[in-house]
């Protein structure tokens, strides 16, 4: 249930990532690039291609079940894999939805594709299914990460991102539910209310995907919309993800959070109640990108939180099952396990 970030370009016996994946505490990695915890510092996972690929076969060979190697490489300015590190240029998701030519992005996504699993990367944390649906937007439309402002553009394009993928036997992440696109400020800075700007149609490029069988993972928003839930974040709420994404849109696969790192949900929360009320709103996975703050212990802590939960009865053993076996079943499905 945890997806988790680290430093280093390699994972030495001291490092206290190779103590979590010999204690079986992770269900996958994230690589990044660059570090964005302490600016003395001038580099995180990535260097080059061999290294990347050395990498990854290390963080498999130390644990204890296959695990997710995870990356945001939606193109353009999300971007891990760049040019600087000997990997070819990308178009970001808003250039490719102006070509509006489904052929052309799944032949953009199925290169990018093609290096992940060169690498060994397993889960592409994209693509972006959130709608271009304000100007304002800084994390959505000012990093040009939407296809369209129309739903079943973002869809049409969305879904050869994931058919490309597939080829190669990447698993993708749909993100971020319910929708991010409204939102006029950042999540990783504070609390987002969309409330007054959130419409049911950001919803639709998740449904074509969950109903073309076309969705592995979706992500969640930190966003807060009170007549969704008068009282939490989409990360935390059970009439979000419990009611519109499992019931009404019938999504039975892998939830996972966005980072739970960010400010709209560590300014608010505690660690041990945000893990509490993840769990009980339905999360499966909790990303911990472990790069807005750094915690070398936060594989441990985490892990600690999940069975404190669960032996002191706040939490049902089967619950931790349920999202164990969601997990463990889209593995499966990409031949991991």
């Known amino acids: ?11 030495p016996d001291e490092h206290p990532l190779a103590r979590d994946l010999a204690e079986g505490n992770l269900g996958g990695v994230i690589l990044f690039d660059e570090e964005m915890a302490d600016a003395s510092r001038t580099g995180r996972n990535i260097r080059s291609r061999a290294q990347v690929k050395a990498l990854v076969e290390s963080l498999q060979g130390r644990a204890r ?26 178009l970001s998701q808003e250039e490719l939805g102006t070509i509006n030519q489904p052929a052309t992005t799944f032949a953009h996504a199925e290169k990018m ?9 397993n889960l592409n944390l994209a693509p972006v299914v959130d709608l271009d649906a304000c100007p304002e937007n800084p994390i959505i ?15 049409r394009h969305a879904m050869e991102f994931v058919r490309a993928h597939r080829q190669h036997g990447i698993m993708t992440c ?24 959130w419409t049911e149609k950001e919803m ?3 449904q074509r995907l969950i109903e073309a069988e076309l969705c592995d993972v979706v992500m969640t928003a930190h966003v807060f919309n009170a007549r969704l839930d008068p009282e939490r974040p989409a990360t935390l709420s059970r009439p979000v993800l419990g009611g519109l994404l499992r019931q009404r849109l019938g999504f039975d696969g892998v939830i996972l959070s966005d980072d739970m790192g960010m400010k709209a949900i560590t300014s608010q929360f505690g660690l041990a109640e945000a893990m509490r009320l993840g769990i009980e709103a ?20 985490a892990s600690e939180i999940i069975h404190r939960l669960v032996t002191d009865g706040k939490i049902p053993e089967a619950r931790i099952d349920q999202s164990f076996q969601r ?7 990409y031949k991991l396990m």
């Open 174 to 197: 749909a993100k971020h539910f319910p929708g991010h696109g409204s939102a006029r400020g950042d999540t990783h800075l504070g609390m987002v209310d969309v409330t007054e700007h």
């Open 282 to 301: 339905g999360l499966d996975v909790f990303c911990f990108g472990n790069n807005l703050s750094f915690d070398p212990e936060i594989g441990g802590k």
């Open 327 to 333: 997990v463990a079943s889209l593995k499966r499905k």
């Open 1 to 11: 249930m945890l997806l988790l970030g680290f430093r280093g370009y390699e994972i």
């Open 113 to 121: 594709a093609r290096t992940l699993a060169e690498l060994g990367i």
């Open 65 to 90: 079940r296959p695990l997710w190697i995870a990356i945001d490489q939606e193109g353009g300015r999300v971007n891990r894999l760049k040019p600087v590190y000997g990997f070819a240029e990308t």
């Open 204 to 206: 639709i490029p998740f």
């Open 141 to 155: 439309k000012g990093k040009n990460r939407s296809f369209s402002s129309d739903p079943r553009i973002v869809a």
